[in-house]
């Protein structure tokens, strides 16, 4: 008979027993900012520094902290922790917290908090941070009693990684830090939580169902987003989609579930997705959406997305199946235990899947991708962003790619083809000064590995100071800055909607010099003015051993196409660019309505919309 061992209870402070669970929970990096009700913690950490069980990195500003917490979580699939101290500095989280929730990325956010006795008092930097964070959390906790830390710790990880991923806020008094008790740790995955328990196995006469579909289906089309990242199901997207030669389109989320090299793959969809992506969805008979929300920047006018179409809905969040849009077979569960109990299905019921039932459909698609390709253009006088990108794909196609939110991010999104957990990009919150701190975080996750950051001028000037964190630990994040003087999204929508006033969005005035800025923070500044600088100037900045921060002056005017319009269907799309060899290749129609030319493949105008 084996003897049961009971360990004996140590006396701790709240402090050492949140350390200590936060290391037992495999926390190897801490992001954060210390501050006066938080010290009890940092000086806990301290010691477990000192023990090398963890490394703190110091950022210079909160947002930077949670940020970098992110990109470490997006980039692993691990819980990101970052800390915060009361008032200013739980409140300089919010931006990042918010951003984690819309993405649904796990981590754990631990804040100081002024003593307990205090609380409500309007004392010095108090704030409710639970109250104001509420709508941007997965859930939160306020700690006041020291011996319900190691409990709190093991739910709020359980939590943040179980089902839909998201961030945990845990509220930690002052004084609750400070008081000693008799701590018997928490083992990790020893959690039980009978009211939150996630679907994951999808039910099987809604399998079903959707089997029939796939099996009738000649115009099918997958959208994957990125559900089918977090829950590690490229495999299984790939497998469906050969398995029945389904072509498949990715959101801004889903990019590097399926590997866009593919033959099958259409590259993303929506606002400034590609024109044969956008084209499908207007035309396909059955869209499998994967791990997707069907989000606006998606869906462009909703009542006319995949209005053709029967649709499957795969999510583990019940409560995004049929909240846009109502699917036909709504399959609740694990994006990658449902695609493998499907594919299971398809065999043991020795369905075949038949390409030529979807051969005309192909090459339909095929038609529209060499009628419409992306289109990198080139200047005498000025570099394009678009050639800056693929130069940066060329010569380092596996980084690890961050970006900020605006043309650049939209760009990069078109034009990179990397792969899962390699782009990393804010999508639902679209916050700017995202890109150098969430770079940050994975480098310190994985620095064996090239990480890259695509940058905006207007965008790198939100979060500029965490050049200083790269200098103080040699992270060798790689920034590119795509610099055109404009917020540049902002100037292409005052210019498309509103008369050209283009008002409060130049930035060139008032602009610092990128490479003097870098070297201020003791960082290698570069800039490069024109083509023939490019290519070796990326060379140079990838062989550095240290962070780099490159200024890339690019033509100021450039808008980024194909582009949906809002209120507008997918098929309408501003500024798309026919092949030069369209013309000639294929018969030509007009549209009745604006009297656009169209190739005679297309079933509706992209200009307008009207059935042609």
């Known amino acids: 008979m084996q003897v049961q061992h009971k360990v004996a209870p140590k006396r701790v402070t709240g402090a050492c027993a949140l350390i200590d669970s936060l290391v037992r929970h495999g926390v190897e990096h801490i992001f954060g900012y210390p501050g006066g009700a938080i010290l009890p913690i940092y000086d806990a950490l301290y010691q477990a520094e000192a023990a090398g069980q963890v490394k703190h990195i110091l950022v210079r500003h909160e947002q930077g902290a949670s940020h970098a917490a992110d990109g470490y979580s997006r980039a692993t699939g691990k819980v990101g922790v970052c800390f915060a101290t009361s008032g200013p500095g739980a409140t300089n989280l919010v931006t990042g917290i918010a951003t984690a929730q819309m993405d649904s990325i796990p981590m754990v956010v631990i804040t100081g908090q002024v003593p307990r006795n205090a609380i409500g008092s309007d004392a010095f930097q108090e704030t409710d941070i639970f109250g104001i964070t509420l709508p941007i959390v997965k859930h939160s906790y306020v700690v006041r009693d020291p011996q319900e830390m190691a409990k709190v710790v093991a739910e709020a990880f359980y939590i943040a990684q179980t089902g839909r991923p998201g961030p945990v806020l845990i509220d930690v008094p002052k004084d609750v830090g400070l008081e000693e008790f008799d701590y018997l740790p928490v083992e990790p995955r020893s959690v039980k939580l009978p009211g939150y328990k996630p679907t994951v196995k999808g039910n099987p006469r809604q399998l079903n169902h959707a089997i029939e579909l796939l099996k009738r289906s000649e115009r099918p089309l997958l959208y994957v987003g990125g559900g089918a990242i977090t829950a590690g199901a490229h495999a299984e997207v790939k497998a469906l989609a050969e398995y029945f030669q389904i072509p498949v389109t990715t959101t801004l989320m889903g990019k590097g579930a399926f590997d866009e090299h593919h033959p099958l793959a259409v590259g993303m969809l929506g606002m400034h997705g590609t024109a044969y992506a956008n084209f499908a969805v207007s035309e396909c008979d059955l869209l499998i959406a994967v791990g997707a929300r069907f989000d606006d920047r998606v869906t462009g006018k909703l009542d006319e997305f995949a209005s053709r179409a029967k649709v499957i809905h795969i999510d583990i969040d019940p409560a995004e199946v049929g909240k846009n849009r109502a699917p036909h077979v709504p399959i609740v569960g694990d994006v990658r235990s449902v695609l493998e109990d499907l594919l299971q299905r398809l065999q043991e019921s020795n369905v075949v899947g038949d390409p030529q039932q979807t051969q005309v459909w192909r090459q339909r698609i095929d038609r529209w991708r060499q009628d419409y390709p992306l289109v990198v253009p080139t200047y005498s006088d000025m570099l394009s962003p678009q050639e800056v990108i693929v130069a940066l794909s060329q010569q380092a196609p596996q980084a690890y790619y961050t970006t900020d939110v605006g043309q650049h991010q939209m760009w990069s999104a078109q034009f990179l083809k990397n792969g899962p957990r390699r782009w990393i990009s804010s999508a639902g919150l679209g916050t700017m000064g995202y890109g150098m701190p969430a770079a940050m975080g994975v480098k310190v996750a994985l620095p064996d590995e090239t990480v890259i950051c695509i940058s905006g001028d207007a965008s790198f000037q939100m979060n500029l100071q965490e050049l200083g964190t790269l200098a103080q630990y040699g992270i060798a994040v790689k920034t590119v800055i795509i610099n055109n003087g404009w917020q540049g999204m902002v100037r292409q929508w005052q210019q498309a909607f509103y008369g050209e006033r283009y008002s409060c969005s130049n930035m060139e005035v008032g602009m610092p010099n990128f490479e003097l800025l870098a070297q201020a923070f003791g960082v290698k500044g570069m800039v490069v003015h024109s083509r023939d600088q490019l290519q070796a100037s990326i060379a140079t900045m990838l062989a550095e051993a240290g962070p780099v921060l490159m200024d890339?002056?690019?033509?100021?005017?450039?808008?980024?196409?194909?582009?949906?319009?809002?209120?507008?269907?997918?098929?309408?799309?501003?500024?798309?660019?026919?092949?030069?060899?369209?013309?000639?290749?294929?018969?030509?129609?007009?549209?009745?309505?604006?009297?656009?030319?169209?190739?005679?493949?297309?079933?509706?105008?992209?200009?307008?919309?009207t059935k042609l």
């Open 552 to 609: 890339v002056r690019v033509r100021k005017d450039e808008n980024c196409y194909p582009m949906v319009a809002p209120g507008k269907s997918n098929a309408q799309m501003l500024g798309l660019q026919p092949s030069p060899k369209l013309e000639q290749a294929i018969e030509l129609v007009y549209c009745s309505s604006c009297n656009a030319k169209n190739p005679s493949t297309n079933s509706f105008c992209p200009d307008c919309g």
